[in-house]
């Protein structure tokens, strides 16, 4: 069972930064893409940032220049660091991985989500 655990959501002024970890854990293969997602009420999740296996990156228009995602693929661990947030910010905060898998001598992937973190930029 592959788990992901987010954190480092919170409060914060309108031009704050926050940053996001997101820790992978259990029995993997390898990891994949990994990204961050968020997702208003009632309203679809979109991609913020994602990153791959190699470190190649791919932003959202809305966050360029302002959001940076990186990881540390020895701690199996996404950040994403949020510079020059705005109010239209706020929202829940999803963590995915795309996971390679091992098991009864196939490999195969799936696709794994956090529980989400909340990040509120006030004005």
């Known amino acids: 069972q592959v788990q992901l655990v987010e954190s480092g959501g919170g409060l914060v002024q309108a031009g704050g930064s926050l940053r996001l970890s997101c820790a992978a854990s259990?029995?993997?293969?390898?990891?994949?893409?990994m990204g961050w997602y968020r997702q208003a009420s009632g309203k679809q999740r979109d991609l913020v940032a994602s990153i791959s296996s190699s470190g190649s990156t791919n932003y959202a228009d809305s966050v360029k220049g302002r959001f940076t995602i990186s990881r540390d693929n020895a701690k199996n661990t996404v950040y994403l660091q949020m510079n020059s947030l705005k109010p239209e910010d706020t929202t829940v905060y999803f963590c995915?991985?795309?996971?390679?898998?091992?098991?009864?001598?196939?490999?195969?992937?799936?696709?794994?989500w956090g529980q989400g973190t909340q990040v509120t930029v006030s004005s």
């Open positions: 995915n991985a795309d996971v390679s898998l091992f098991s009864g001598g196939l490999y195969f992937t799936n696709d794994y």
């Open positions: 259990g029995s993997m293969f390898r990891i994949n893409a």
